[in-house]
């Protein structure tokens, strides 16, 4: 057996349940699906205490038995915290912006358990069995190893994330997959499908998106090997709390519109042009949805996951509270190469959203 691609469960990680038929025709219509506690609460209170111990080494102004210091950092403890690298390169363990902290520990075995490999057969269900990436995390190094589809957004991403250029691939992307590319665990191991993204934390009383929600996006580019992504909370999130926040139905529209600009040869990172159709930010679908659609928060106790196609439009609410801090895990299920050659990483007929999905959801009506 391939040591990188089993084609058995996870050993030892319980599984999260199969969708239902009917679970699958929600996700394919809305483009997102929450599952309320799902996940190993073991697991989860072990998230929870890694974020707390990498606060109480790295903010230690948060105190955990106090909400009134949840306050953000000071822009010299910020700007501090953010320039401290690994030495083999990547995004510091622990960095803040604004009223969020980010720990980058989404490589570590425990939380590629606790979200990514107990979704697995789900992930298999969806996309296909032995079509999926598998998330081996890092190694004793420090380092992953997995699959890299090198296109433009992908490459720009390995600069900001810390990884040195190499000037081993064009900066405009090569478009072809790098076997086993080799990123530090705190690096953009999302690209490889060999880590989550770590714990991206708000702070109560985080500022209002405002009435446009500026900030809201769609991952990415159309193009690449990640079909779905999960978005899981390790701790109990009430409404309002900065919980990921989405336009219902977006996924469809955006995922038409990127591809169609896509064609007509617009990429993701060319924002030197005027008009963008596919940067995911102010794309003219992206305002369309905004203006008829109404956001929908995905909130719940701990070991909620929300299921989402990964071109639907969304943002990281705002955090009314006064009392939570909204801790999420996010992580990118990919196609294996094998399964998903690179010609059809950019094939035309890829408008046709649910290609590369398993005939189970192919088979489903979204409509019923
Ligand atoms: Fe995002």
Not at 126 to 153: H, I, K
Not at 248 to 275: C, N, Y
Request: proline fraction near 8%; charged fraction near 20%.
């Amino acid at each position: 057996m391939n040591k990188m691609q089993p084609t058995a469960t996870a050993p030892g990680v319980k599984q999260v349940p199969l969708l239902t038929t009917s679970e699958i025709a929600r996700f394919k219509r809305d483009g997102f699906l929450v599952l309320p506690a799902v996940l190993d609460p073991e697991l989860c209170h072990q998230a929870r205490e890694a974020m707390w111990d990498a606060v109480a080494t790295h903010l230690p102004h948060l105190k955990r038995d106090d909400p009134t210091t949840w306050k953000p950092a000071s822009d010299k403890k910020s700007a501090r915290l953010n320039a401290q690298r690994p030495d083999i390169g990547g995004d510091p363990y622990v960095f803040t912006e604004g009223h969020r902290f980010y720990v980058r520990n989404g490589a570590e075995q425990f939380m590629l358990d606790l979200a990514p490999r107990a979704l697995w057969q789900v992930a298999e269900q969806l996309l296909g069995e032995g079509t999926v990436v598998w998330p081996a995390g890092a190694d004793d190094s420090g380092y992953t190893t997995g699959p890299c589809f090198m296109s433009d957004d992908v490459v720009a991403g390995l600069a900001t994330h810390g990884v040195e250029d190499t000037g081993q691939w064009p900066v405009e992307g090569s478009f072809t997959t790098e076997a086993a590319l080799r990123l530090p665990g705190t690096g953009p191991v999302w690209s490889t499908g060999q880590g989550a993204r770590g714990l991206y934390c708000t702070l109560p009383g985080s500022p209002s998106p405002g009435p446009d929600y500026r900030g809201a996006h769609s991952d990415g580019a159309c193009y690449g090997r990640v079909r779905f992504q999960v978005t899981a909370y390790i701790d109990d999130l009430p409404p309002g709390s900065g919980g990921f926040t989405v336009w219902p139905g977006s996924h469809i529209r955006v995922w038409r519109d990127q591809w169609q600009a896509f064609l007509e040869g617009e990429k993701h990172t060319d924002d030197h042009l005027p008009e963008r159709k596919a940067g995911g930010y102010t794309d003219p679908v992206i305002l369309r949805t905004k203006a008829d659609t109404r956001p929908v928060d995905c909130h719940g106790p701990a070991g909620t996951v929300v299921l989402w196609h990964t071109k639907i439009l969304h943002i990281a609410g705002q955090n009314t509270s006064t009392d939570v801090i909204r801790q999420a895990t996010i992580y990118g299920f990919q196609k294996t190469p094998e399964s998903l050659p690179d010609p059809l990483v950019t094939d035309e007929t890829n408008v046709d959203i649910w290609r590369d999905w398993s005939e189970e959801v192919r088979a489903v009506n979204e409509l019923q």
